[in-house]
């Protein structure tokens, strides 16, 4: 795929058919990989895929404001749907170079299996449906499955839904949804107070770093409400209380286009299961409407109109 | 210290152009509902964002409702409509991070509805009091908050 994927943007670029190409790259850390923008092709050498291409790239065109040749995975793809279906990024403008994604691989789920750090690790190696993982000399095995994201446990698009050029076989979607939706399940047995403790804590812990907001392809107003200061909507500095408002403001302005991509949760700094809010409501969407985000380029944004028979038992 | 009694202090959302008008009427036709709430008045249901209602809640607010014109008489055509999706959800978030469906509540409420209105803030009022006082914002590890 790696070569296939050189070759193809080369060709973009040297055709003049995308100003960028944006992909992975190998990140500063060891194993991780890094957003890799570029409009040089000599750096294209530098592309790379593997089972840690977890960023999720689709806002890159939004912030290029150029014609960009982009790399996404299935949930990806939706992102950059969603994109398209709200008019931020113009299915023109897109070369969407897609790959079918076995899942990504978590490193901090390895961490905790082997109780290793990421330092002591030297080699992770997939054979087959295992990992085999070189720590301090000695090796150890692992599931695959067991060391993939929660989301990607339950991914239903493994294939890129929209995409200009495939880069491998298109790869039939197996989802574990119990296993994937798991932490959703426990919250939802808890009882009420459980559950409004079990989010403050959470949200103790929040540094209002952004970093959610940031990386959330969702996100994309140009001023964000949190930004605003007439009226000051909440508080800029970090107390939990507005910690959480900001975090459930957010989740209801992406609910409808978040495509469960989990990037919020990945890039929180403090650990903040924030997967566990977003993909609650991609539920709760699809409960009430029947609408998964970024499925489909042409259908209306969930929120942008109506039907005569939306639900409304709950209103008195 | 003598104790005084709780009573729930809740805020109402009402458009302009029906439930306000609502309450309006059954204040003239001398029904009576209860003074705990304090009403807001909106242009329409469509106006309501999310954050006025969490804020109130954060600010210490028992309960909170929302009342707008019924569906197919929104002053606007479609703010009812719209609404009626995004307080779907608002329910659902909500609830899963714990703040009692009780404190919430959404209705229609037509201008020529009075007796409705009273009704329907009465019931509201009541549930509030059901659940107790909005303590979800409280900090105990601080005094004053
Ligand atoms: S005008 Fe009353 S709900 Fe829109």
């Known amino acids: 795929m790696e070569n296939r994927l050189k070759e193809e943007a080369g060709k973009l670029l040297k055709e003049g058919k995308v100003d960028y190409i944006v992909g992975y790259g190998k990140g500063s850390v060891k194993f991780r990989t890094s957003p890799l923008i570029t409009n040089k092709e000599e750096e294209l050498e530098n592309l790379v895929i593997n089972p840690f291409i977890a960023n999720n790239l689709s806002r890159y065109p939004i912030e290029l404001k150029a014609r960009v040749g982009i790399v996404v995975k299935g949930c990806d793809s939706r992102s950059l749907i969603s994109l398209i279906q709200d008019k931020k990024v113009n299915r023109e403008d897109v070369v969407i170079l897609g790959v079918p994604c076995e899942g990504v691989v978590d490193i901090k789920k390895i961490e905790?299996?082997?109780?290793?750090?990421?330092?002591?690790?030297?080699?992770?190696?997939?054979?087959?449906?295992?990992?085999?993982?070189?720590?301090?000399?000695?090796?150890?095995?692992?599931?695959?499955?067991?060391?993939?994201?929660?989301?990607?446990?339950?991914?239903?698009?493994?294939?890129?839904?929209?995409?200009?050029?495939?880069?491998?076989?298109?790869?039939?979607?197996?989802?574990?949804?119990?296993?994937?939706?798991?932490?959703?399940?426990?919250?939802?047995?808890?009882?009420?107070?459980?559950?409004?403790?079990?989010?403050?804590?959470?949200?103790?812990?929040?540094?209002?770093?952004?970093?959610?907001?940031?990386?959330?392809?969702?996100?994309?107003?140009?001023?964000?409400?949190?930004?605003?200061?007439?009226?000051?909507?909440?508080?800029?500095?970090?107390?939990w209380q507005d910690n959480l408002v900001f975090q459930l403001i957010r989740t209801l302005h992406v609910a409808g286009r978040c495509s469960d991509c989990g990037e919020c949760e990945r890039a929180c700094p403090v650990g903040i299961p924030l997967r566990s809010l977003q993909r609650k409501m991609v539920e709760e969407v699809k409960d009430l409407f029947d609408y998964e985000a970024g499925v489909d380029k042409d259908a209306l944004p969930v929120f942008t109109h109506y039907e005569d028979t939306d639900p409304e038992e709950f209103i008195k | 210290m003598e104790e005084t009694k709780w009573e729930p202090k809740v805020v109402g959302f009402l458009c302009h152009w029906c439930s306000y008008a609502g309450a309006d009427l059954s204040g003239s036709a001398r029904l009576e509902y209860p003074h705990n709430i304090r009403i807001i008045r909106i242009p329409c249901s469509g106006r309501v964002d999310p954050m006025f209602i969490l804020r109130a809640l954060q600010n210490g607010v028992d309960g909170v409702i929302v009342s707008g014109c019924h569906p197919g008489d929104c002053h606007y055509q479609s703010g009812n409509f719209h609404a009626r999706r995004k307080f779907a959800v608002i329910r659902r978030l909500l609830d899963y991070v714990g703040i009692e469906p009780e404190r919430v509540q959404f209705s229609w409420v037509a201008a020529s509805e009075g007796p409705k209105m009273a009704q329907v803030i009465n019931e509201f009022v009541e549930g509030v009091r059901k659940v107790g006082p909005n303590r979800l914002f409280k900090d105990e590890r601080r005094d004053g908050e």
């Not at chain 1, 294939?159 to 296993?179: F, H, N, R, W």
């Open chain 1, 112 to 239: 905790k299996h082997i109780g290793k750090d990421i330092d002591q690790i030297e080699e992770i190696k997939r054979e087959g449906e295992n990992l085999t993982i070189q720590a301090n000399g000695s090796n150890q095995t692992l599931s695959f499955k067991d060391a993939i994201f929660d989301k990607c446990l339950g991914c239903e698009y493994p294939t890129p839904l929209e995409y200009d050029v495939l880069l491998g076989t298109e790869i039939s979607p197996k989802p574990d949804m119990e296993k994937s939706l798991m932490r959703i399940k426990e919250l939802e047995n808890m009882d009420a107070t459980d559950r409004w403790s079990y989010w403050r804590e959470e949200f103790s812990k929040c540094i209002r770093c952004y970093g959610c907001k940031n990386v959330c392809p969702a996100c994309f107003c140009e001023r964000c409400f949190i930004d605003v200061n007439i009226p000051q909507w909440v508080n800029t500095y970090a107390t």
